[in-house]
């Protein structure tokens, strides 16, 4: 089943559990009628989830896991579905004080388990066992804040990817799991931590990276004493080389991987996620860097939130991971854990409006949703979900180097992440374009947002002049420019590598292009933030109150400055409901997507859980109000037709043509949740 890597449009993600049962008591008959539950639903790629997953505390039973996983590969290559192996690469639970260790103990009843059914697990977990003459704390992460073991955010230690040791027996494990004959490889948690809570990232200072460190940059790491004049000092030089050399470790050690197996004849799918990136990535984690490497992207919607009340959050991640993924033209995904069939339905809506495909990760209700019916809708109308072009407003510019490496980065890229809300919030067709990316790419969109982009290299200013001088505008908003890539700052360097910015707020023509500069406070300083319940175990007993209502502020403050520059959409969309939609290009045809949104986010502070119903969603639903439309498309319509997943009835639409735009209603009661345009081209 090995070296297939194409049709990846078509392929449908799901996940499957491997716990105590399945790993000691489970015979190939019993996967196999596991397996087919998921093919029945219409599942194209397995990818396994156990218990296990912090595969170092299990090393006494890695035998009976590899056994464990061939019996998933052989049902899954029966039923036609390939299985990719997914596992922590090097964090343990050493939960220290009772209140850890019931935590962990935790964690595996809610998976059918207890720690106390592994071997080893206590001497693995409490002491310092020996693996092939090396202790296994050799291997350990070392906090430069205490000089010690760094604590991941797990009650547990982890691993240095410059670690040789560590390295050569962790691609031994990985051979052992390859002979299991497995499709592809996650090789999780890639990443460097600290002192075990978030906001300390002051991992690894371990022997191997200050040797390494030094050869290849001439500095040394500082020692635990210089530690807090060091951390998060963006104007150290050092500093700044400490954090990108962290990067390039990860970086390294994920394109190690790849260069491992295939040296041993493979040629594995390699999907990889993150939950969130846009604002920030502290720990250092290999996704952007190597996008050479992934055949799928995709984001990690966690358990904890509430669907419906997060979606405004979300997005901005989906608008990162398709950017991302388009850059190598491979699909972008997003993974919900929905608890019910109205938030299934919800979830796999969004993953439509974003151009994405859809997983879902929901053990406990695993064959009592009906998955099918959205699979089986999807591929009835494949052609208007395969490789979507979005037909793009704007896009804002990431600059990782802002993100990761300049001073006030926290606060920039909250800004950042807050005018990006703001614009998607307001119905443009908002995008995203990289440093790494070259001026073709960035040619193809008519606008580009700059926001709080502080840390600009002088070959990142000579491009995006270009970009102006070819005819591209330019939205400036905030700081721009402060520091180079170094963190070095030079009052004079805009004005000579760029061009003099005109006041603010002002314009400057260029060309064809023209730069706009705006006022950062034009946009309220308030993100819509996700909701999230306190525990994702007692999922359906647990509430949490919603946060104010923002969406409106921000339409009506960052949407609208942005709208007095660009003044006009692609699409433009409007209903007595509040609707959120969108338009890609397949081919020759066109999708619009368009999901009723009226009662998801709360506006009035309401308790929500998991299990929140979300009316036009349920079985009980009422439809859906009147939509107006009006879109602009570089061809005149043969068709358009509206159809929904609740019913095989499909709705011709008809439709005028205006200035260049095509003109039309979606009529009262026509769909309850989501509906699909069909333009015919
Ligand atoms: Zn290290």
Redesign the pocket.
Known sequence: MNNLKNQQWQERFGWIYYNENEIFHSNQKQIDDLVKNYADDGITILIGFSCTHFRWNHVLNWREINECIGRYVKACHKYGIRYVEHHSSHLTYNPIGQEQIDAVEKAFAFHGSSTKSWAGFLEYSQGDPVINGKNISTFR??SGATGKFARSNYRGYCM????PDYRKEYFKYLESVYDQDIDGIMTDDVQYFGQGWWGDWS????I??RKLFKEQTGYDIPQPEQWNDFYENYSNPVYIAWKKFKHASTTRFAHDVNRHFESLGYKLLRPNYISSIVRENPTSYPFENCTDLWDFVFQENISLIVIKESFYDVATEAIHRFAMARHKSIPSMSMFYPRTDDSLYFAWGLCKIWGQLFTQCSRNLKGQMKEYIYRNFEIKHKQFYEAPQKISDLAFLLSADTRDFSIGNKVTMRRFATWLQASYAYGFMTDMVFENEDIDIYSKFKYIVLCNTKMLSDSMLSKLYKYVENGGNLIIIGPFAVYDDKGQSDPQRVERVFTKLPSTPGIKKINKGSIFVIEDSECIDHYQNSVRVPNYMDEYALTNPTPDYVIDALKQTGGKALYSIIQQKNIEASSSMQIIYSLYKHGDNAAINIMNVDKAVSKNNEQVSLSTPIEGYTLNSQKAAAVDLSVKLDFLPKAIIACIPESNEEKVIHFIEINNRIHFSIPKNTFYGYCLVKVYG
Do not use: E, P
Request: glycine letters at 0%.
């Open positions: 992460q070392i240095c990817f410059n670690n991992a690894c200072t371990c191997h990276c």
